[in-house]
C-alpha cells in the first residue's frame, strides 16, 4: 500500500470552529489532492497540489484552503466549519496518471 | 452534463455470473482511465488501468472506446468477494493531473 497517512481519522466539531486535517506521504510524488466524498454525489476535489507552495481549486473549494509547506504534507483547513461540512474527506497522491488513497477522515460538524 | 457518467445500480448477480459496468466521460481531450474499487466506509483502490487496445487481468477486463467516450468494465465467474462500488476515473491532463470520479456502480453478488 502507498504510504499516505490521514490524520485525524474522525473528528466531530462544533460549527463556526477551525478544522485542519493532515495528510502525510512518504512516497515523495508530486501531486496531492483532497476529494470529499457524500452519498449521491461520489468524490468531489476540493483542492490539489502540483508542488510545494503550488495548489489550486477544485471543483467544491469554496470554504476551504490547503497548504503545502513541503512535498510530504499537504492541510486542509475548513476556516468556520459548517454542517454542511460533515462529509468523509479523502487525501490522495500522484507522480502523473493513477492516483492512490488516504483511509480517509470521517469529520462530522454539529 | 456530469463529466463522468456511470450507471448506480445496484446490480445483483448470483454468484458465477457475468457482468458489465458502462460509463462515459464528456472531455474528448482526457487523457487516461482507470476503474477503481470502494468497499464501504474504505478508502478507493485502483483496480485497473484502461487502454484503447483493452486490456484484462484474470477475470476482469476493461475496455476503451474514444470515438464514443465509453468506457467498459466486464467482471467474469463473480465472487462473493467482488461486492463492492466500482468506481470509473478520468484523468484530463494538464498541470494539476486531476482525475474526475464518476459516482460508482454498486456491485452485490449473491449466493
Known amino acids: 500500500d502507498a504510504g499516505i497517512t490521514q490524520s485525524p481519522r474522525h473528528k466531530v466539531t462544533e460549527t463556526g470552529t477551525p478544522v485542519t486535517l493532515r495528510c502525510h506521504q512518504t512516497?515523495?510524488?508530486?501531486?496531492m489532492y483532497w476529494y470529499r466524498q457524500d452519498p449521491g454525489h461520489g468524490l468531489r476535489l476540493i483542492h490539489y497540489s502540483y508542488g510545494v507552495k503550488d495548489t489550486d481549486k477544485g471543483e467544491v473549494s469554496d470554504g476551504y484552503s490547503v497548504s503545502r509547506s513541503k512535498t510530504e504534507d499537504f492541510l486542509l483547513t475548513l476556516e468556520s466549519a459548517t454542517s454542511s461540512q460533515t462529509s468523509v474527506y479523502f487525501c490522495a497522491i500522484s507522480e502523473g496518471t493513477e492516483a492512490f488513497f488516504g483511509q480517509g477522515t470521517r469529520l462530522t460538524v454539529v | 452534463r456530469k463529466e463522468v457518467e456511470q450507471d448506480p445500480g445496484p446490480f445483483n448477480v448470483p454468484e458465477g455470473a457475468t457482468v458489465a459496468f458502462n460509463c462515459t466521460y464528456s472531455n474528448s481531450a482526457s487523457q487516461s482511465f482507470f476503474w477503481y474499487r470502494q468497499d464501504c466506509r474504505k478508502e478507493p483502490k485502483l483496480l485497473m488501468s484502461v487502454y484503447s487496445s483493452g486490456n484484462e487481468d484474470g477475470r476482469f477486463t476493461a475496455q476503451l472506446n474514444r470515438a464514443s467516450q465509453y468506457i467498459s468494465l466486464l467482471i467474469r465467474d463473480s465472487k462473493l468477494s467482488d461486492s463492492a462500488t466500482y468506481l470509473c476515473?478520468?484523468?484530463?491532463?494538464?498541470?494539476?493531473?486531476?482525475?474526475?470520479f464518476g459516482t460508482g456502480t454498486q456491485l452485490k453478488v449473491e449466493l
Open positions: 512516497e515523495n510524488h508530486r501531486y
Open positions: 476515473v478520468v484523468n484530463n491532463g494538464g498541470g494539476g493531473n486531476k482525475l474526475t
